[in-house]
């Protein structure tokens, strides 16, 4: 199984750490409910700690109701989740233009992998097919404030590079590839910083981030994105506008924004 570096100079306790790793894996549906995950022994080797450390990591996931003891007595995962929210067409496209408009992006991870979780049950021709993982950094004023993880059906993920992802906006290239994105569904919450999301943004291990994902749906009917968006509130809020027949959601920035560009 693949390592798995936690930091070890940050004054945060490891099993804390590896909580934080499997805590958002088991939300983010790479660990789906009813399924075991990885034993003790393979945990060790993951993370490079002892044993104690894990059962302290796994203690706390329990106690926190994100695993019970399934058949064989293996830890299974059992997420918590929440509905949904539809979001109108008008909302979803306001929120991805001022994203572009007010933050730079950049693509740090670029590839094709098995979908899991949630992105292999609602994503199209996910469960055929590997699907194209891109995980980008978004900055204002040259501060990371956004890490976003999108999943893309790999019949539109081949149709761009990961260099045309760094100019132009994820539904652009959607739509080119001829998937026009007119609905989405979104589901907003609250998390933690694992210790690679807190060094990509520049956070401390365990700091409070927006915990945004959206399942991202053509005029077919489609999943043609799933992405996970990864926030440090300080520089994102989101505001709601309660009508009569839709809720619309519009993101603003805590910043004055800088040199616009779209990514």
Known sequence: MNRIAIARDRGVPLHHQIYLVLADGISAGRYPAGEPLPTEEQLTRMFSVSRIT??????????AGLVERGAGRRTVARPKLGQPMRMPMASVI???VAYGAETVARVVEFGYVPARGFARER?????DRPVQR??????????????LTSWVPAALGETFTAEELNRLPMYRLLARAGAEICAAEQLVSATLADPL???RLGVKVG?????????MIDRTGRGVEYVEMLAVPEYLKLRFK????????KPVTGRKPGR???G
């Open 54 to 63: 894990v059962r302290r990591a796994m203690s706390t996931l329990h106690d």
């Open 207 to 215: 700091a409070a981030l927006i915990d945004l994902r959206s399942l």
């Open 123 to 127: 994503l199209w021709d996910a469960a």
């Open 94 to 96: 306001e929120n991805i």
């Open 242 to 249: 309660m009508q009569a027949d839709h809720a619309a959601s």
């Open 134 to 147: 891109a995980v980008r950094l978004r900055s204002q004023d040259g501060v990371p404030v956004m890490h």
């Open 260 to 262: 616009s560009k779209q």
């Open 197 to 199: 999301i807190a060094s």
